[in-house]
């Protein structure tokens, strides 16, 4: 997959191919990023990306032409048909159907911008899609454009081992994970839950959905309002609650 990322910070985005997972695809040729900075697409000499906001107010505002020439740099270098997403709060929420809609194209384009803005015509004329990491506000969209080239490099076909794939297909899709632990047994008189030193794999399989359902239900009632839970998971669900009232 090839991705192109529109910036003034390219050096910042380009760590993003450094390190764990999102580092290995890119060294093994299953993801190309490139960066493309709109100050070496003006025209005049202070190289000018910005200028100040039409009907007045603090900050400055993106200006429409140097990220006009960079997008259109970047179409070329990507397959046709390559969606232009451009990073903000004011988007549609990025979640895990957005990055698995990206990971089976074979080219993206983000924009990051900078500043108060980007120019309004910039984005009608331009942009496919606004999208949000959530509801605060960064100082550019360079952190958020690596979170999405992250979440979606690691779902492009080969880039995780089968382990780590066999994972994400699981049943628990769409619910928030269990709780893990690893060695020792016993840290500062905190056990591992019995139910995982068992060998049982059916109980601890059973263990940890009723763990994910629970969590989900607490912490995250939205996720569990999209899904229809099956009648197991729903008496799962409500041991968990009444396990958890008993001060289990
Ligand atoms: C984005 C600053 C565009 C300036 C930002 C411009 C954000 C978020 C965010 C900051 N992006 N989810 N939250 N961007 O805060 O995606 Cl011009």
């Given at each position: ?9 390219p ?20 993801l190309?990023?490139?960066c ?16 100040r906001?039409?009907g007045?107010?603090p ?16 179409r070329g270098?990507v397959?046709a ?17 957005a ?26 004329a331009?942009?496919d ?15 958020p ?6 979440a ?7 880039v995780?081992?089968?382990?780590e794939?066999a ?7 769409g ?30 399989a ?16 939205d ?10 998971q729903?008496?799962l ?6 396990e958890?009232d008993?001060?289990?």
């Amino acid at each position: 997959m090839q991705i192109v990322t529109v910036t003034l910070f390219p050096q910042m985005v380009e760590t993003v191919v450094e390190y764990g997972v999102v580092g290995r695809a890119a060294k093994n040729g299953m993801l190309s990023l490139k960066c493309l900075n709109p100050r070496d697409f003006t025209t005049d000499v202070h190289r000018t990306v910005d200028d100040r906001p039409y009907g007045g107010g603090p900050g400055m505002v993106m200006k429409y032409e140097p990220l006009a020439s960079a997008l259109r740099c970047a179409r070329g270098q990507v397959p046709a048909g390559s969606p232009v997403v451009c990073l903000s709060p004011q988007g549609r929420a990025f979640d895990q159907q957005a990055a698995r809609r990206f990971a089976n194209m074979d080219g993206l384009i983000l924009l990051s911008g900078r500043y108060e803005g980007i120019d309004e015509r910039l984005l009608e004329a331009e942009v496919d899609e606004e999208l949000s990491l959530g509801d605060f506000v960064l100082s550019g969209g360079e952190i958020p454009a690596m979170a999405v080239i992250d979440a979606v490099a690691r779902l492009i076909p080969g880039v995780l081992g089968d382990d780590e794939s066999a994972q994400r297909d699981s049943f628990m899709d769409g619910l928030l994970d269990h709780p893990h632990y690893t060695r020792p047994e016993e840290v500062d008189g905190r056990r591992v839950p019995e139910v995982l030193l068992s060998g049982d794999h059916r109980r601890i399989a059973e263990w940890r959905l009723k763990q994910a359902l629970g969590r989900s239900y607490l912490r995250r009632p939205d996720l569990l309002d999209r899904l229809s839970l099956t009648n197991p998971q729903r008496r799962l669900l409500e041991e968990f609650l009444q396990e958890r009232d008993d001060g289990l």
